[in-house]
């Protein structure tokens, strides 16, 4: 875990951007800053494996979360299609 008032640390948001319309994205840089043991992630290796995961499974559900909503299109579509005179 990285305190906000660490030395070395920089965040920025980016602007117009999000994702999946909720979150806020932002860029994180890092140069040199040091992390006290007592404030490390026990399982943590580095940074960049976590990160991995993360986006792994986020990419997993935005893929997934398409298609359900290409699957509810289809499902009023078709509602529509079958109602209409």
């Not at 660490?6 to 909720?22: C, D, S, V, Y």
């Amino acid at each position: 875990m990285v305190r906000k008032e660490a030395k070395g640390l920089k965040t920025f948001k980016i602007e117009r951007k999000m994702a999946l319309r909720a979150v806020q994205n932002a860029n994180i840089e890092m140069h040199d800053v040091f992390v006290p043991d007592d404030e490390r992630f026990e399982l943590a290796k580095d940074f960049a494996s976590g990160t991995k995961e993360v986006l792994m499974h986020s990419r997993i559900f935005v893929a997934w979360m398409a298609a359900g909503m290409a699957a509810g299109a289809l499902e009023a579509a078709m509602a529509y299609c079958q109602e209409r005179i």
